[in-house]
T-cell receptor, first 114, second 113 residues
Framework: DSGVTQTPKHLITATGQRVTLRCSPR?????VYWYQQSLDQGLQFLIQ???????AKGNILERFSAQQFPDLHSELNLSSLELGDSALYFC?????????????FGSGTRLTVV | DQQVKQNSPSLSVQEGRISILNCDYT??????FLWYKKYPAEGPTFLIS?????DKNEDGRFTVFLNKSAKHLSLHIVPSQPGDSAVYFC????????????FGQGTTLQVKP
């Protein structure tokens, strides 16, 4: 157990729907990162939050949004889902706003859009 | 634009031998590099890192080498063990004030007993 909790582990939904992925960071960590891993691809950076504020943004689609709450957990909202959104979504956390000692990743949420 | 590339999708080595995983990058602004290991159904776990001011970093059986002029880094595992069988990702970080990482596509290492 890495200490980073992602729920749900698996999600199957239809095109056009909206889903919310949840991440609880490791205790004491202030930064939360979201990554997408599509088939045969590396991890693509989506967005970073640090202590409730957006810190960095990657190639995140406009249909996707995220936030970090006062208790530091984060949610990634995916709307108007398309088949191509099927992927593994990873959340990671770190104690600072950089990655000096590497992130701690959760085990991911596998999203399947049918 | 793939700024971090792992050109070998897979690698197979015999137990006890050396495993060498390679990674190339294109952005000269990257100042910090990391290797992650990933087992099936788990998230990636941090393995080892190196700052751009160094050319080598060692941690037990794992050594990372950085050649800045060639924009190339490699991970050496000596001796390789069957438990090392996993997907290995290299990642790079720029000198911006964020924790954003750029990952390669990964290399699947199989260590045969």
């Amino acid at each position: 157990d890495s200490g980073v909790t992602q729920t749900p582990k698996h999600l199957i939904t239809a095109t056009g729907q909206r889903v919310t992925l949840r991440c609880s960071p490791r205790s004491g960590d202030l930064s939360v990162y979201w990554y997408q891993q599509s088939l045969d691809q590396g991890l693509q950076f989506l967005i970073q939050y640090y202590n409730g504020e957006e810190r960095a943004k990657g190639n995140i689609l406009e249909r996707f949004s995220a936030q970090q709450f006062p208790d530091l957990h984060s949610e990634l909202n995916l709307s108007s889902l398309e088949l191509g959104d099927s992927a593994l979504y990873f959340c990671a956390s770190s104690s600072n706003d950089r990655n000096l000692y590497g992130y701690t990743f959760g085990s991911g949420t596998r999203l399947t859009v049918v | 634009d793939q700024q971090v590339k792992q050109n070998s999708p897979s690698l197979s080595v015999q137990e006890g031998r050396i495993s060498i995983l390679n990674c190339d990058y294109t952005n000269s602004m990257f100042d910090y590099f990391l290797w992650y290991k990933k087992y099936p159904a788990e998230g990636p776990t941090f393995l080892i890192s190196i700052s751009s001011i160094k050319d080598k970093n060692e941690d037990g059986r794992f050594t990372v080498f950085l050649n800045k002029s060639a924009k190339h880094l490699s991970l050496h595992i000596v001796p390789s063990q069957p438990g090392d069988s996993a997907v290995y990702f290299c990642a790079a970080s720029g000198s911006s004030n964020t924790g954003k990482l750029i990952f390669g596509q990964g290399t699947t290492l199989q260590v045969k007993p």
